[in-house]
């Protein structure tokens, strides 16, 4: 079983059996569903790929940092309870990887900060895109929104890495 989390509490949890049967589930609420979720998934041969997270994003406010530093201990301490080992990618290496290299011009750093965040808002909406798009071309049998695509851009980064 190969599982891959986009750990946002707008993320999912992605899993592929050795049946070749894929599921997507999004990002359970609580911690509790958390464990649960990824206790259900466990196998002997279980392994994860989970997004590497964590750096500071501008814009960003503090509270917001540490709920989402919390809810990613969550999902660590959950696939640590299940036995199931894990590995983490950038998020650059398997979008790059995935949907090419962004070739976006500079911002000007005369452009004021709610210009500069419009501007970045609207290139990770394109990015999003052009990943849920993808995402079912390759896997037509599930309904993929943007809270599965990056799990399953994962997902589908991890299956080439492997061979597969």
């Known amino acids: 079983m190969l599982i891959t989390i ?3 509490a707008n993320g999912s949890i992605v899993c592929k059996l050795s049946s070749g049967q894929v599921y997507a589930f999004k990002m359970p ?12 998934l466990k196998t002997d ?6 997004e590497q997270v964590g750096t500071y994003m501008p814009g960003n406010s503090g509270p917001a940092a540490v709920t989402f530093a919390r809810h ?8 640590l309870a299940a036995g199931i ?17 962004p070739n ?10 709610k210009e500069r965040s419009r501007i970045l808002a609207k290139r990770k909406q394109e990015r999003k895109c052009k990943i ?6 390759l896997y037509p049998d599930l309904k ?18 492997e061979g597969n």
């Open 6 to 8: 986009d750990p946002g």
């Open 29 to 40: 609420d609580t911690p509790k569903d958390i464990l649960l979720l990824i206790l259900s």
């Open 85 to 101: 080992s894990c590995d983490t990618v950038l998020p650059r290496k398997w979008e790059h990887w995935l949907i090419g290299k």
């Open 45 to 50: 041969d279980a392994f994860c790929w989970i």
């Open 132 to 137: 849920k798009e993808k995402m079912q071309a």
């Open 104 to 113: 976006y011009p500079k911002i000007s750093k005369e452009i004021p900060g």
């Open 72 to 79: 990613c201990g969550h999902i660590d301490m959950a696939l």
């Open 144 to 161: 993929v929104t943007l809270k599965t695509a990056d799990a399953l851009g994962i997902l589908t980064w991890a299956l080439d890495k």
